[in-house]
Nanobody
């Protein structure tokens, strides 16, 4: 089994920055994809950014140029640096790990961006 624990959410004014962290533990394979998803009230969960073990990244168009995903394979950790935050970034952010056809989720961390 795999456990994911997020941290770093909070309340920030528009234009501000936050850094999310996610630590994975358990049976982690050497090849996997880690990522961040978010879900705003009344909306479907959507992908924000993903990163492979070779550090190949993908971003949602809405966050390109503002958010940066990174990982530390030795620590089984993934990070999301969020800059120039906008009120529309307000959501619960979930850490995700995909490996060997399995999907794992963290409990989520709230990010609220005020005007």
């Amino acid at each position: 089994q795999v456990q994911l624990v997020e941290s770093g959410g909070g309340l920030v004014q528009a234009g501000g920055s936050l850094r999310l962290s996610c630590a994975a533990s358990g049976s982690i394979f050497s090849i996997n994809v880690m990522g961040w998803y978010r879900q705003a009230p009344g909306k479907q969960r959507e992908v924000v950014a993903t990163i492979r073990t070779n550090n190949s990244t993908n971003y949602a168009d809405s966050v390109k140029g503002r958010f940066t995903i990174s990982r530390d394979n030795a620590k089984n950790a993934v990070y999301l640096q969020m800059n120039s935050l906008k009120p529309e970034d307000t959501a619960v952010y979930y850490c995700n790990l995909k490996q060997r056809f399995a999907d794992y989720w963290g409990q989520g961390t709230q990010v609220t961006v005020s005007v």
